[in-house]
């Protein structure tokens, strides 16, 4: 059956786009973090939505698992083929239009992020979108993963992004649903189906995006500040005077700055003393006033003891360099030794309160653990991260990672927050789910997935364990995987 499929697709998408040598779906078989590693019978790269539809049906035909690839750079082990097909989007990149006055841009799946910033910006608009992978993720991934990233407090994730789109379902029927309307209360909203889904229940081949006017000027600063309650106070008073301009709120505390001032090459240190946390803040302003409008709020913010310094980058070079060492904080983690990371939400008035708690109770679990916590401090969103002690042993640290998700997770469980927040749930975070996930929810959620698809081929095993249990698609922790389930392995 399965000699067929491949002939099948050989014959449908040509012998060119049908991969099965070892060593060219090698870089299917693995994620960014190296937690986990697949296996695929084929890698296909279709050309257009036609032959997605195509690839999909042949395997519905042979109940062969498949999982669409974008850009492979997810954080939870979503796009890692348990066997089956893995569908390559990455020659589905055209820009299809681009619509000013609409505001919109249509865009199909295989789309580097990077290019649908360019494109959107050579017509004058901006679809602000913007995560450290952008040069190289793709935007079917950034929306079947509801990507979030650093603009998200003035303009929402990947969902608030989305007006329509087009998906190549379950029995490789195609919804075009690529609409570019602001209203449209005609039944059930379907895109919000697939926006999220991590390819559990369709695969997006092309999408309406929603474009915002390019802001005029934009300043950038970074705050040194007493504790993360004096971050939150201070993030409170420059929302409520700059409301939407206020684009970027991150948060840093000084060890996750030290890690990149001591490992990136040219980092400059921002502030001449020392701070036990820092922010990184960002203005955008559609009139050309946004270096004095923050210059003014900030020293606001000193003179009320919230910050106890500033500086505001005098420069685009500048306000660079500061976004840099940001965006390297994960990167540059990893020269300390081993990670274990938590992607998590709670309310943004609950944030700091979390940090000190879940930083204590770590500290507490593991003496000489080095938390380094940091994210989207505007959106609630922590990426709570764990550093092992100096000295310790790197498998012996990561092999704790079970026993820091119980501490971590309690406490955002407590707070009414997520255990998931902007990367997805993939394999990861698949078995804390029913832990913590209201049980009516995850029934629904398992419903969704056996009406859309009955003969669970999309990407089985993430998100939800399948109907077979999490010994169908054991990930019992980091590791290889293996499909026990027949007919699905290579
Ligand atoms: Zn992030």
Redesign the pocket.
Known sequence: MTHSLIDTLRSRLGPAHVLTAETDIAPHLAETRGLYRGTALAVVRPRDTAEVAVAVAACAAARVPVVAHGGNTGLVGGGVPFGGVVISLARLDRVRAVDPLDATITVEAGCVLANVQAAAEAAGMLFPLS??SEGSCRIGGNLATNA???AVLAYGNARELTLGLEVVLADGQVWNGLRALRKDNSGYDLKNLFVGSEGTLGIITAAVLRLHPRPVSKATAFLGLPSARAALDAFGALRERLGPRLTAFEYVPRFPLEVVLRHLPGAVRPLAGDHAAYALVELSSPAPDAPEELEARLGELIEAGLAEDAVLAQSEAQGTALWRLRESL?EMQGHEGGSIKH?VSVPVSRVAEFLDRAGAACEAALPGVRVCAF??FGDG?I?FNLTQPVGAEKAAFLAEWPRFNRIVHDIVHGMDGSIA???GVGLIKRDELPRYKDPVALDLMRRLKGALDPLGILNPGKVLAGEDGPEAFPVKAPGPVTAARSGTAA
Do not use: I, K, V
């Open positions: 995560l450290a979030g990233g650093t994960s992607d994210g989207h969103n990426h927040a902007e990367h």
